[in-house]
């Protein structure tokens, strides 16, 4: 394709100095790169760019994406932003392209844009539409892009995992755990741990073995603006078997059934005539009779001991 195609379409675009971003004939189209001087290319669409297309001057990078609400960006984002950085710093001209340069090579180059100005993720929008105006990232990219603003252009995985909001959206977005394994591996998981004696701790009727502490419970309102005492809605643990999108949850000893788990969340029915209705997502219930309250004269944790990890992570938990 002749470079005059790309600039009567304008399939190529420049954001920022060195920071291009462009559809996926741009990233062929030889005499278009050559006359741009582009030394890098980020593909960030399902394929690469092949082999027999790939010019030799030219690096090549590829982070696939797809083009879709639920496409988790985040999780990379920490890895594009530092292959834009580094051509960018290296005054390297750098092509950032998808399948349209629409929706994802957009919210990437709209990430560089708001890192490197320190910018909200409205005005880095407006800064990438400014360079190509037919940008439209798809909106759960949008709401990425505004996670990322409120974790001050931080996407690293320990503050991701410390993050509520990012929690939340990938519930929404449905990118909970799908198999036991992922779930393992999941930043959802909290651990029991043995060490944390001076929680309250509740434990199985049948058996006695510890079931989860005070910090995992999490507590919403119902209709009466009151804490709603259906049961027991906690967070997803360590001894769970969580291989499904929803199913029982049995105790890990004695094998009784505790409760019951849905990803996706379920609607609370309410207590004792308090009606409720609040959506609990992920849902991860525990009834009352199934489990051994915690001694009422529990000792407080001594002052001078550090608060244990499992408290730092549950922010939402009302403290001890
Ligand atoms: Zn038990
Ligand atoms: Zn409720």
Redesign the pocket.
Known sequence: MPSKLVETFGSMDKVLPFLWIGDRFSAVDKMALEKFGIREILTVCSYSVQDEQQSRNIKYHHVPLDDSPSQNILLRLEEMLHILQESIQAEKNILVHCEAGVSRSAAVCCAYVMKSKSLSMKKGLDHVKSARFFICPNEGFVKQLEIFEQLSWSAGLDTLNNSPIYRSWLLESGNHPMTEEEAKSSLFIQTLKSDSKDLARYRCIACRTDLFYDCHIQQ?M?RAEKV?R?GFLIDPLNWMELGQYEGKILCPKCSSKLGSYCWGGRV?Q?FDGEK?G?KVRPWFFIGREKVRLPLPSQPLPLPSQPLPTLQNQTSDIKAE
Do not use: E
């Open positions: 919403h119902n709603c259906f609370c309410g409720c609040a």
